[in-house]
């Protein structure tokens, strides 16, 4: 291997609908969780009317749909080796609510992530994904204040990954961060899996982590000896990176 895998601490990894963070995201997820680090999904609300459209297609009434993918997600993060929760605050639209932005806050204080992962704040094709970003990351910064009011200690400064959004290029995404998860590659797949309804998605984020994966040996250049099969999934970081060595 010529990447990083030491421990990082607690993953959090913040999803509009319930099923974003397995095609985005499961193998970062899975990483963590195989390294010992604790991981957490939570799941803004189901994806019950915007990314359901088969349920609702066969007559499920509403609560039957959240039913669904409230199953569907807890299979995909057992897979992952995750926790996950459900804030249950609706989709098409996700309303921005500063008593949702609060919930986040608090699930800050209390997980106290090491690493944060979320929606790009760009994504024309879907409202949702953006107003997810941007409570996820101004729920961070009130964590972070010793005077805002909720229970634990204010939070540090872990950095945020956006994740890799369905359709990169409208939506701003350049990757600056490519993520070896060749280990977990199966876990992600079966994870996915978890997710009939949307099987059309299992083949092309296969086919994306193999193509990540081929960008990811010709960064790492050619003498590491990463195997042909590998796979990444790609994130763009939001805050710099600290160091004192530049490598
Ligand atoms: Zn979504």
Known sequence: ???????????????????????????????????GDPAKVVCLSFGERGESARAWREGRTLEEIKGIRRAEAEAAAAELGAEIEFLDAGDYPLQE?????DRLVRVYREFTPAVVLTHTLTDPYNGDHPAAARMALQ?????????YDAPGEPLGAPPVFFFEPHQPEQCDFKPDVLLDIT?????????MECLPAQQHM?????????????????????????????????????????????A
Request: glycine share 8%; charged share 20%.
């Open 183 to 191: 280990p977990v590659f199966e876990r992600k797949r079966k994870a």
């Open 97 to 101: 609510t500063p008593e949702l932005v």
């Open 202 to 246: 299992w083949d092309y984020y296969t086919d994306l982590a193999k193509r990540r994966g081929v960008q990811l040996k010709r960064n790492a250049g050619p003498n590491l000896g990463l195997a042909h099969d590998t796979t990444a999934e790609a994130y763009v970081r939001v805050y710099p990176q600290t160091t004192g060595v530049l």
């Open 139 to 147: 729920a961070r910064v009130l964590a972070q204040a010793i005077g």
């Open 1 to 35: 291997m010529g990447t990083e895998t030491s421990s990082a601490g607690p993953l959090l990894a913040i999803s509009a609908h319930a099923g974003d963070f397995v095609w985005r995201a499961a193998g970062a997820i899975a990483l963590a969780a195989e390294r």
